[in-house]
C-alpha cells in the first residue's frame, strides 16, 4: 500500500470497470516533466513506503531541475521483467541456487519466486546450420532441440516451479518483437490498479518496447533477478534528451536509414546514461513500426531508453495486434487522464535538444564494426575500399600498391583497393572466384527490422523483381531468412511473395535471433577454407542492430547493418566492392543490365501490401496459446519439486558457486594489495569482447573443458548456448577471437602473460587467473573509453568476478556494465580526468595496491581511492600514483557491494523479513 502523502489515490472508470490509479497532477510541477519522467513519477507515487521511497523523492522528481547533472537517486518499481533464453538461463538457475541456499542458511526456499511477473522468449539458441532449402526451418528446429534439451528441460521445470514465470517456447518469435505484438500492456492492470507498464529486460534491445510508450531498458541479469525478487532498481533521476523530428520520410528511404541517421547522431552529441524522448510533429508522421525500430536502437547510441509518448498511432497499433477492446480503451483513457498523451506541438521541458527534419534522410548502411558508423550507401563502395585496407595482410597491401591509396583519404575510385582472386571448388563441382569484399552472408535477421513491415515488405518485393528479372544471389552468400515472429511468414504468404524469397535463397531458417546474436552458423565448408587460407576479408550484411568484431561469424572480418531490401541486393551483387547506387546487379534474361532502381518497389507498392495482407487476425492466431509450445516441447521430461534436481554429468546447466560458504553477516570491505593485471585493453572493449556468445573452439580452455567432458566437437554448440553452465563461461571470459591484449602484443583472443612463472609466458587468460587464484593474487583489469559498451550481458561480469578481478580501472564505463560489476562484487573505478593507461605509462607489467576502499565500511561512499602501481616489484620504489575515481554512484550500488554483490544482498534481505 502506497503511504499516498499526496492524496495522489484516485478512480479511473473505462466502460464498466473501474481502476485505482495514482493521479500526477496532484504533484507540483509534474505537468511541465518530459513524458518518461512521468512515467518515473507514477511508479514512486504508487510505491512510496516511507522508508525506501519517501515523499521527499517524489517532491524531487516533480521539482526536477532539467539542466543540472543527476545526483537525486530514487527507487525505480518495473512492472515485469523479460528476458531471453540466453541470458534468462542464469537468471533461474541462479534462483534455483538461491532456493537451495536460503533453505541452507535456515530461510523458507519459497522466498525465492518472483514478485513479478516474468516472461522469458526462447530466440538465441537457434543456429542457421541450414539454410537455401525448403526444409532448413524444420532441421534447424531439430537440431536447436538436440543441442538445447538440457536447458530446455531445465526452463519448463522453472516454469512449473516458479509462480509469475512464463515461458515462450522455441520457433516462435524474437523477445522483443513477441514483447510489442503481445506481451507489452501499455497500461498494466493488477490488483484493481491500473498503471503504466515499465519493465527490465535482460537484453539490451529491451528498449523495443519504449516505441509503444512503454518505459524499459536493458538490465543484467543479475539486477533481472534482484527486480523479479521486488528489489527496486536503485538509480539517479537522469537527465532527459529531447529529440524532435520533423517533416516525413522521402520515398526510397527506409527505417533502417532513419535510424542509422538517429544512432551517429546520438553517439556523436552523447546520450550514455541519459533518457531520449522523441517530439514534435514528425513523431505522429512515424508508423509504431518505425517507432519500435528507433527504440530497438537505444543501446547503440548509448542510452538508457528512447521512449515515444502515446498517442492514435500506439491505440491503432495495439488493435492491429490482438489486444482487447477494453485494454485500448484503458490506454488511452488512461494516458489521457495522466497528462501521458502526444501533443504534437508541445515543448516540454527538457535537458538538451536535438531535431532532424526527416526529410533529410538517405539511404544508409553502416560498418564495418560499429552501428554508428554510418555510411551513406552512395559512398560504401569507396568507404569499403579504404577500411578493408585495415582488415588485410602488408602483402596485399604492398601488391595493391601503399601510395596509389593513402588510407587518409577517402578514395574517389576503387583503383587501388587490395584483392586477392581465390578459387572455390564448391561442393556441388560449381567453380568461382571470390575476393576481399565478398559478401558471404546476407541475413534478413534481427528485431530491431523484421517486426516492422514495411521494410521487410520491400524486401520481398525486391526479391519478387529480382527473380521476375532473371537474378539470383552469387553462389558464395550464404543467404537466410530469421523473421521475429510467425505473422511476418504469414503475411509473406498471403501476398504470395514467399516463393520470390526462396527462389533467391532467403529461406526460412528459423524465428529468432540467428544471425545477430552471432548464430549464423557455419559457411559451406570450400568456402570457409578458400577464405581462411588466403586470409580474405570478406564481409557480411544483415539487417541487424550489432555488427561488433568477431560477433558475426569467425570467417567474417567486416560486417554491415542493412535494410532487408538492401540486404537482398547485396546478396544478388554479391561484393562490397560494387557500388549498387550505380553498377549493375547483374543481367536480365536477354543479357540487359539491371540496376537497384530497376527493382527497388515504390512507397505505394510496399505500402498496398502491408495494407492488403496484414490483419488482427494473424496477431491473434499466432499468439492464441503461446505458452504452451509444440507437442516437442510439451513432451520434454522434467523433474518436480521446487529445487532442482542438479545433474553432476550435465554440460549445460550446472549449480553455480556464488553462494559457497556464506553467512548472514557480511565481511568488512577490503582494500586491494599486491594485485596484477589480467589484462590491459583499449577503447570501446565491449561485453562482446569480455564474454563471446559465437562458436566454442576446440583449442580454447572451453572447448578443452568440453572435449574432457565427453563433449564430441560437433556437439559443443555455443557460449551463449551455455551460460547456465559457470564453468563453460568462465573459460570464455574475455575469450573472443578479436580481443587484443596489450600486455600480450601480436595475440588476438584469450591470451595474457602469466607472471605467476618466470619470465611472464604468454598463456590462455583463463588458465593464468586459475594460477593467480592458487596463489592468493588479486587481479585488476585496465581498459580504455566505453568500457563494456555493448549487449547487457551479465556474464561479462560475472566472469571478470569468477577469474579473481578485483578491481577494474577505466577511462570511462557503459552504464549496464559497471552495475554488473558491482553486482557481482567487482569495484569499477575510472581513470583521472583525461588521464589513461597510456598517459601514466603503465604496461600491465605492474603490481597494484588500491587503498581507501575500506572507507565503505563507514556507511559512505569514498569520491577517490589511491591507486599505487609498482613497476618491477615493489621493493624498487619506482612506481606510479593516481587517485582513482570510485564509481559506485549510489547508496543502493554501495550496499550491494558491501555485501559481496547483489544476489547477496537480495537473499540476506528476504531471510531477514
Known sequence: MSANSFDARSTLRVGDESYEIFRLDKVEGSARLPYSLKVLLENLLRTEDGANITADHIRALGGWDSQAQPSQEIQFTPARVIMQDFTGVPCVVDLATMREAVKELGGDPAKINPLAPAELVIDHSVIADKFGTANAFQQNVELEYGRNKERYQFLRWGQTAFDEFKVVPPGTGIVHQVNIEHLARTVMTRNGQAYPDTLVGTDSHTTMVNGLGVLGWGVGGIEAEAAMLGQPVSMLIPRVVGFKLTGELKPGTTATDLVLTITEMLRKHGVVGKFVEFYGEGVAATSLANRATIG?????????????????????????????????????????????????????????????????????????????????????????????????????????????????????????????????????????????????????????????????????????????????????????????????????????????????????????????????????????????????????????????????????????????????????????????????????????????????????????????????????????????????????????????????????????????????????????????????????????????????????????????????????????????????????????????????????????????????????????????????????????????????????????????????????????????LIGMGVLPLQFPEGASAQSLGLTGEETFDITGVTALNDGGIPETVKVKAARGGAADGDSVEFDAKVRIDTPGEADYYRNGGIMQYVLRSLIRK
Open 296 to 820: 530497438n536502437m537505444s543501446p547503440e547510441f548509448g542510452s538508457t531508453a528512447a521512449i515515444f509518448p502515446i498517442d492514435d498511432e500506439t491505440l491503432n497499433y495495439l488493435k492491429l495486434t490482438g489486444r482487447s477492446e477494453q485494454q485500448v480503451a484503458l490506454v488511452e483513457a488512461y494516458a489521457k487522464e495522466q497528462g501521458l498523451w502526444l501533443d504534437p506541438a508541445a515543448e516540454p521541458d527538457f535537458s538538451e535538444k536535438l531535431e532532424l527534419d526527416l526529410s533529410t534522410v538517405v539511404p544508409s548502411i553502416a560498418g564495418p564494426k560499429r552501428p554508428q558508423d554510418r555510411i551513406v550507401l552512395a559512398e560504401a563502395s569507396r568507404q569499403f575500399a579504404q577500411d578493408v585496407r585495415n582488415y588485410v595482410s602488408e602483402a596485399d597491401l604492398d601488391e595493391a600498391g601503399k601510395e596509389s591509396f593513402p588510407a587518409s583519404d577517402a578514395p574517389a575510385v576503387s583503383n587501388g583497393t587490395p584483392s586477392k582472386p581465390t578459387q572455390v571448388v564448391a561442393a556441388d563441382g560449381s567453380v568461382f572466384e571470390i575476393d576481399h569484399g565478398a559478401v558471404t552472408v546476407a541475413a534478413i535477421t534481427s528485431c530491431t527490422n523484421t517486426s516492422n513491415p514495411y521494410v521487410m515488405v520491400a524486401a520481398a518485393l525486391v526479391a519478387k523483381k529480382a527473380v521476375e528479372k532473371g537474378l539470383s544471389r552469387k553462389p558464395w552468400v550464404k543467404t537466410t531468412l530469421a523473421p521475429g515472429s510467425k505473422v511476418v511468414t504469414d503475411y509473406f504468404d498471403k501476398a504470395n511473395l514467399t516463393p520470390y524469397l526462396d527462389k533467391l535463397g532467403f529461406n526460412l531458417v528459423g524465428y529468432g535471433c540467428t544471425t545477430c546474436i552471432g548464430n549464423s552458423g557455419p559457411l559451406d565448408e570450400e568456402i570457409s577454407k578458400a577464405i581462411n587460407e588466403a586470409d580474405l576479408a570478406v564481409t557480411s550484411v544483415l539487417s541487424g542492430n550489432r555488427n561488433f568484431e568477431g560477433r558475426i561469424n569467425p570467417d567474417v572480418k567486416m560486417n554491415y547493418l542493412a535494410s532487408p531490401p538492401l540486404v537482398v541486393a547485396y546478396a544478388i551483387a554479391g561484393s562490397m566492392k560494387v557500388d549498387i547506387t550505380t553498377e549493375a546487379l547483374g543481367s536480365d534474361q536477354d543479357g540487359n543490365p539491371v540496376y537497384l532502381k530497376d527493382i527497388w518497389p515504390s512507397e505505394a507498392e510496399v505500402n498496398d501490401v502491408v495494407a492488403n495482407a496484414i490483419g488482427e487476425d494473424m496477431f491473434s492466431k499466432s499468439y492464441e496459446d503461446v505458452f504452451a509450445g509444440d507437442a516437442q516441447w510439451q513432451a520434454l521430461p522434467i523433474p518436480t519439486g521446487n529445487t532442482f534436481e542438479w545433474d553432476p554429468q550435465s554440460t549445460y546447466v550446472r549449480k553455480p558457486p556464488y553462494f559457497e560458504g556464506m553467512t548472514m553477516e557480511t565481511s568488512p570491505v577490503s582494500d586491494v594489495q599486491g594485485a596484477r593485471v589480467l589484462a590491459k585493453l583499449g577503447d570501446s572493449v565491449t561485453t562482446d569482447h569480455i564474454s563471446p556468445a559465437g562458436a566454442i573452439k576446440a583449442d580454447t580452455p572451453a572447448g578443452q573443458y568440453l572435449t574432457e567432458h565427453g563433449v564430441e566437437r560437433r556437439d559443443f554448440n555455443s557460449y551463449g548456448s551455455r551460460r547456465g553452465n559457470h564453468e563453460v563461461m568462465i573459460r570464455g571470459t574475455f575469450a573472443n577471437i578479436r580481443l587484443r591484449n596489450q600486455i600480450a602484443p601480436g595475440t588476438e583472443g584469450g591470451f595474457t602473460r602469466d607472471f605467476t612463472q618466470e619470465d611472464g609466458p604468454v598463456s590462455f587468460i583463463y588458465d593464468a587467473s586459475q594460477n593467480y587464484q592458487a596463489a592468493g593474487i588479486p587481479l585488476v583489469i585496465l581498459a580504455g573509453k566505453e568500457y563494456g559498451s555493448g549487449s547487457s550481458r551479465d556474464w561479462a561480469a560475472k566472469g571478470t568476478a569468477l577469474l579473481g578481478v578485483k578491481a577494474v580501472i577505466a577511462e570511462s564505463y557503459e552504464r549496464i556494465h559497471r552495475s554488473n
